[in-house]
């Protein structure tokens, strides 16, 4: 089956946006940035902050996991027409990999983890990978209809009581005490850091929704990552890589709603309240992801042949090794058993730095593709996906330069 080029050079292109949006993570933790006014950034790093925010995070997450659901069925319909035994018992053994590897990545280096989430969910679309287009459109359509339904009713239904908001005082020790781990703590301290420190939000949660707190973290992973899969997946059955970029309903409509939806992200600037703030970047979030999706396809139409692109393809598809590349690279930066920079007052800096390490990167995996068919993990993935030891062949450079 000939490989849809387009989509690696966007798979490529979206691990610059994680990288970029993860930036934020390492330098001021997961939650820690939700507390970004306690770091005491000066005005320009905590507006270069907000543009990162507005134009990276959130946005750059699901293209990858529509590009996640795309590939899963081009796999899936790749075993079907070469005749592979049992292709959906081969995509379970895939998703149970990802968790695998996901878990020691959230263990041993970086809490951040997707991969862990994405294999959890794809086991809730692999049963269904063989129906058509249609079911797939009208699931997705039904699917974000009703979470677009929650997100309007979430800021009225109030909140029974609970309180969402930490004090101050709470906030600012838990700020300063993750500040002095990250930056100087051994790896021992950092990895172990959930166990010493306790962000003050979800200790709220956890206090008030007692033992069903974490059964609605398990519930609410699928729910977040399985509609992007099923619209990846329909995206891959409907040719919608394959289609012109200038058509309006299926990708011209999307590039035109792109600076509407920057400003419905950049809602948490300028609306008070902090649910409607935080719902209006969510939705808005996903519908700016189409929107660069679709502005790419165009200007990948335009200049098929631009050097820029072959490069994007060649780390789009060493995409998992990568990823996990990037997730190393960033600690080793923020880290205390790196250069110690969590925390610190260098927003603008390391936004410079990571778009050059980014390039970096491109150049390894431009190198890498002349020599190896895989990357080091996809190739794993590929051993186990399909029980064997041997899945590829190595490259010869003067056949492939």
């Known amino acids: 089956m000939k490989r849809i080029k387009v989509a690696d050079a966007l798979r490529g292109f979206s691990l610059l946006g994680i990288f970029i949006a993860n930036l934020l993570i390492f330098q001021f933790d997961l939650t820690g940035q939700l507390y970004i006014d306690y770091f005491h950034l000066s005005p320009f790093n905590h507006g270069v902050f907000n543009i990162i925010n507005i134009l990276f995070v959130g946005s750059f997450m699901p293209i990858f996991a529509m590009l996640f659901g795309f590939s899963m069925d081009k796999l899936y319909q790749s075993m079907k027409r070469k005749g592979v035994k049992r292709p959906k018992l081969k995509l ?10 996901g878990g020691l990545h959230a263990s041993y280096i970086w809490g951040g983890d997707i991969l862990f989430g994405y294999g959890f969910s794809m086991l809730f679309v692999i049963p269904f990978i063989h129906m058509g287009k249609r079911a797939f459109k009208y699931f997705t359509l039904i699917i974000f209809g009703l979470l677009l339904v929650l997100f309007i009713v979430m800021p009225f239904s109030g909140d029974n009581g609970m309180q969402t908001t930490p004090s101050k005082h709470d906030t600012a020790n838990y700020v300063s005490k993750i500040t002095k781990i ?3 703590g051994s790896y021992s301290d950092i990895r172990h850091v959930d166990e010493t420190v306790e962000d003050p939000k979800f200790a709220l949660f956890e206090d008030q929704l007692g033992s069903i707190f974490f059964l609605l973290i398990f519930i609410l992973i699928p729910l977040m990552e399985v509609p992007l899969f099923t619209l990846g997946v329909y995206l891959s059955k409907s040719g919608w890589f394959e289609k012109d970029a200038l058509d309006w309903w299926s990708s011209k409509l999307w590039i035109w709603i792109i600076p509407l939806a920057l400003i419905g992200k950049s809602a948490v600037l300028w609306v008070q309240h902090p649910t409607i703030a935080e719902n209006f970047t969510e939705v808005f979030g996903i519908i700016l992801a189409f929107g660069y999706m679709s502005l790419f396809k165009y200007m990948y139409q335009k200049l098929p042949q631009h050097f820029t692109f072959r490069g994007l393809e ?3 598809k060493m995409s998992l090794t990568f990823y996990l590349i990037q997730s190393v690279i ?6 205390g058993y790196g250069l110690g920079q969590f925390g610190s007052d260098h927003v603008t800096m390391m936004f410079g730095i990571f778009i050059i390490l980014y390039v970096l990167q491109v150049l390894v995996a431009s190198w890498y593709q002349r020599h190896w068919r895989y990357g080091p993990m996809e190739y794993l993935l590929r051993m186990f996906t399909y029980w064997q030891l041997r899945v590829g062949k190595k490259k010869h450079a003067r056949h492939h330069s």
């Not at 960033?330 to 880290?335: D, K, L």
């Open 314 to 316: 060649h780390i789009g």
């Open 92 to 101: 379970f053994r895939r998703a149970f990999f990802l968790m695998i590897i």
């Open 182 to 184: 990250y930056s100087e």
């Open 330 to 335: 960033g600690t080793m930066i923020f880290y």
